[in-house]
């Protein structure tokens, strides 16, 4: 969601808290038959539509903090992976043992194995009377890394030559830097869900048909145009106040 659909959250409840403060105003004078408009009604849907939007403030931060953390955590990957199948390729593995693990470190890099084709070279190739047929080849999703990852680590520790003096390389603190970085995921697969929780429970107070606050909103001006009529000083105050179905 957007930070102007945002902010227009936060306007279409400062304005229903102006027309709450219209209808106060009003005194005994308002005084609708729907228990849904009445004022003491509307001031409490009120609490729990600011109280909607703050959670919905709290789990984004938490969101934005999760993933910028993970972030931070899978930037050198990409180099380490090249520092750990170079280490492996030192040794006396076999070939495959070696194109195995490169295979594995161009996925966790977004690498092809072969180049993408030139316009020119795909032109041939159609004239040629075949189809062009390119998947992409990176797997550069989070979750995807960490799979070749583990697939990686893996083939290290089947592999007894893989054995490096240098401790960010062995597989000791592979495995540790892994299931630090599956766990900074997680977090942030749970945080976007509080997130989604968080917005459907507000969505769900503001602009569920009929019982929304944004429907209510509607209900009372359509009563204080009954109340007053479509020229008075008091239906003016609120027909002026805009609502916005902001989802």
Not at 63 to 72: G, L, P, S, W
Not at 73 to 81: D, T, V, Y
Not at 134 to 141: D, F, H, L, T
Request: proline content about 3%; cysteine-free.
């Amino acid at each position: 969601m957007t930070s102007t659909k945002e902010t227009g959250h936060a306007k279409n409840a400062a304005n229903f808290e102006e027309l709450i403060n219209i209808i106060t105003g009003l005194g005994t004078t308002y005084n609708p038959s729907k228990t849904a408009i009445k004022v003491a009604v509307v001031n409490t849907l009120l609490v729990n539509v600011k109280a909607s939007l703050a959670a919905v403030n709290t789990a984004l931060a938490n969101y934005k903090t999760a993933v910028d953390a993970r972030e931070a955590a899978f930037l050198p990957i990409s180099k380490l992976a090249t520092r750990i199948v170079s280490a492996l390729v030192a040794t006396d593995t076999t070939q495959q043992i070696d194109e195995t693990a490169q295979t594995y470190e161009r996925k966790m890099q977004g690498r092809r194995a072969t180049p993408k084709l030139t316009k020119e070279e795909k032109q041939k190739v159609i004239d040629s009377g075949k189809t062009v047929n390119e998947v992409s080849a990176s797997q550069m999703g989070y979750d995807n890394r960490l799979d070749n990852f583990d697939k990686l680590i893996k083939l290290l520790i089947a592999t007894p030559l893989y054995a490096p003096n240098e401790a960010d390389l062995k597989v000791s603190a592979l495995n540790t830097l892994y299931a630090d970085l599956k766990t900074k995921n997680q977090a942030v697969v749970a945080a976007h869900t509080a997130l989604t929780n968080a917005r459907i429970a507000r969505n769900d107070l503001m602009y569920k048909p009929l019982t929304g606050m944004v429907d209510l909103a509607q209900d009372i001006k359509t009563y204080i145009k009954s109340l007053s009529g479509p020229f008075s000083q008091q239906y003016k105050q609120v027909s002026g106040l805009h609502f916005t179905h902001a989802i």
